[in-house]
């Protein structure tokens, strides 16, 4: 697309700079007469580490799927960067798909390739980029994740899973996103994997200026990294708000979950207080 006095359109022009980063309204979600959402509201701010949260079966694959356009919605409306997903011109969808990355669980890395092609293979789909310049890319995505040089060489199967999570990450910031998803980063990794994970979620976010998405379980991530907490429940968010506001809700899940011992243990982790 062109502009007949400026030449070329580019992506920060075709997508909208000023409001929210994502804005679901209405959303319906359904699996035969199962539903999953009802009427489900979000609103995700620019520059914000958002945590998801909600128990099994609350639909948080769902709604991140439904954000990133693999699940069509039964009802309602899912507005990325101002653009309506399913009314987006396919000139504007590409745009949305290169700017936002996607971490799902386990990696979901090319088995057959190495990290380093992995990693340039966005690059290579997306942009006029030769080989040799998305390869180069790569090995500077490979380092920003805190992996050695040599991991850039190696197939997934020869990477432990706190480095696979990282090389997938790397690939997510391939195309330099400004919105990042997370589908539980810190999944399978021992508590100090863990903390090392968030810690780089969030310097990557302060330094990129990056909005974060990220469903999670952990509440260490939580405490540790995020800025604001939805909640998943009843078939809707049934609040959205920091960690501390969160611990005062009268909502019978959310004080399970956040004055359980666990969620006590990771605030007094936090606050380095007991009780």
């Known amino acids: 697309m062109t502009d007949a006095r400026t030449g070329p359109i580019s992506d920060e022009e075709l997508l909208d700079q000023s409001g929210p980063a994502i804005e679901v309204r209405g959303l319906c979600s359904a699996f035969g007469d199962h539903l999953v959402h009802e009427n489900l509201d ?14 099994s079966g609350t639909g948080k694959s769902v709604l991140l799927n439904t954000i990133i356009g693999l699940r069509n919605p039964d009802a309602g409306q899912v507005t990325v960067f101002g653009q309506q997903l399913w009314r987006a011109s396919r000139r504007r969808w590409s745009a ?7 971490l799902f669980q386990g990696g979901a890395l090319f088995s057959n390739l190495t990290i380093r092609e992995n990693v340039a293979a966005p690059m290579l789909e997306h942009t006029k980029l030769s080989r040799r310049e998305a390869n180069e890319l790569a090995d500077l995505k490979i380092a920003m994740v805190g992996l050695r ?9 020869e990477l432990s899973g706190g480095m696979k999570k990282r090389a997938g990450l790397a690939r997510a910031l391939a195309l330099d996103p400004e919105l990042l998803f ?26 990129l ?30 609040a959205t ?6 611990e005062r809700s009268d ?7 956040f004055l359980g011992p666990r969620g006590r243990a990771a605030r007094d982790a936090r606050t380095g207080t007991k009780g």
């Open 241 to 246: 708000a920091p960690v501390h506001e969160l």
């Open 182 to 207: 997370l589908d539980e980063p810190t999944s399978g990794l021992d508590p100090i994997g863990a903390a090392a994970f968030d810690e780089l979620i969030r310097d990557l976010a302060d330094s």
């Open 149 to 157: 040089p040599e991991a850039g060489s190696l197939k997934p199967a």
């Open 209 to 238: 200026d990056l909005t974060v998405f990220m469903i999670t379980h952990d509440l260490d991530s939580l405490y540790e990294i995020t800025d604001r907490v939805a909640v998943l429940a009843d078939k809707h968010v049934v």
């Open 42 to 55: 979000l609103t995700v701010k620019r520059g914000e580490v958002l945590g998801v949260v909600g128990g």
């Open 96 to 102: 949305l798909e290169r700017s936002w990355g996607v």
């Open 251 to 257: 909502h019978p899940w959310i004080r399970e979950y």
